[in-house]
């Protein structure tokens, strides 16, 4: 089992920064790929950004790409989401998830945090 903790959320204005955290505990981090997602109310789950297990590659969702960066410190077991220029879209709960692939569908995830709250004003 893998447990996943968020932390880092809060209310930005817009064009401001966040960085979130998630720290892993259970099954070995650097043997599983991470990922951010984020769902608004009344929304889908939707891809943000993915990190392979080693960190040396990266994937974002294009609402983000160039504003958003994922990273990883394998020995601190946490996944890291620094969120430039934020707008008031971005706003919605921000969830890690833990898998042994990667995949931009929320299904193919095993493991989930408990999400951390994003709210953007304008």
């Known amino acids: 089992q893998v447990q996943l903790v968020e932390s880092g959320g809060g209310l930005v204005q817009a064009g401001g920064s966040l960085r979130l955290s998630c720290a892993a505990s259970?099954?070995?981090?650097?043997?599983?790929?991470m990922a951010w997602f984020r769902q608004a109310p009344g929304m889908e789950r939707e891809f943000v950004a993915s990190?392979?297990?080693?960190?040396?590659?990266?994937s974002y969702a294009d609402s983000v790409k160039g504003r958003f960066t994922i990273s990883r410190d394998n020995a601190k077991n946490t996944v890291y989401l620094q969120m430039n220029s934020l707008k008031p879209e971005d706003t919605a709960v921000y969830y890690c998830?833990?898998?042994?692939?990667?995949?931009?569908?929320?299904?193919?995830?095993?493991?989930w945090g408990q999400g951390t709250q994003v709210t953007v004003s304008s």
């Open positions: 998830a833990a898998a042994r692939g990667l995949s931009v569908v929320p299904s193919q995830y095993n493991y």
């Open positions: 259970g099954r070995t981090f650097s043997n599983l790929g």
């Open positions: 990190i392979t297990k080693s960190g040396l590659s990266t």
